[in-house]
């Protein structure tokens, strides 16, 4: 006898006695097990596979969003270095610029200390003449005659001459240094 057939029997037996006592029904009983199994099992499965899925959209949402943070991690890196790389360029170009301007300064009080001796060369003693030292200058210069004359004019146009040459020794290694500056201006941009 099959199944269904063996529970209607026992179904029409519980009812003839009056009362409907399903533990009296066996095979009624198993069938709603089975079949409550059945279902809870493929909810069990429909759960699981809404679960896989949500899973693995929050996955690949987490990877993209990884990926987009590590790319812009990249970039400001990237922006980081060519800042490091502006910054250290400018700093050699000043240190440059600073080491020309040191050479020029130190040509400019060479020449200035140059200028100075000279002009004490030729005004202390037209000083010590004119303040009544006369004395003092004999001592060192015994005589100024005609051949003195022409050498403090000479010494005069000396230290005009020493002065322009000063002048250009100072000028010309700046004119220098400043197109040497806007040259690495030009070949940094």
């Not at 693995?56 to 800042?83: P, V, W, Y």
């Not at 240190?95 to 060479?110: A, N, W």
């Not at 200028?115 to 030292?133: A, D, E, K, Q, R």
């Amino acid at each position: 006898m099959d199944e269904s057939k063996l529970m209607i029997i026992q179904l029409l037996q519980a009812l003839d006695n009056g009362e409907v006592n399903f533990k009296q029904v066996p095979a009624l009983v198993n069938l709603v097990k089975a079949e409550t199994q059945r279902q809870v099992q493929t909810q069990a499965d429909d759960v699981v596979d809404e679960l896989g899925k949500q899973c693995q959209t929050s996955l690949m949402l987490f990877e993209q969003d990884q990926k987009q943070r590590i790319a812009s991690q990249r970039q400001t890196l990237r922006d980081l270095n060519q800042e490091i790389k502006e910054t250290q360029l400018k700093l050699e170009k000043s240190t440059l610029q600073r080491t020309i301007t040191i050479i020029v300064m130190v040509m400019g009080i060479i020449m200035l200390l140059a200028t100075l001796g000279l002009l004490m060369w030729v005004i202390v003693p037209m000083v010590l003449h004119g303040s009544g030292l006369k004395s003092i200058w004999d001592t060192w210069h015994p005589e100024l005659t005609g051949w003195g004359a022409v050498r403090c004019i000479g010494a005069i146009l000396t230290s005009f001459l020493v002065i322009c040459i000063e002048l250009l020794v100072i000028g010309v290694p700046t004119v220098i240094a400043i197109k040497i500056m806007e040259f690495v201006d030009r070949s940094d941009r």
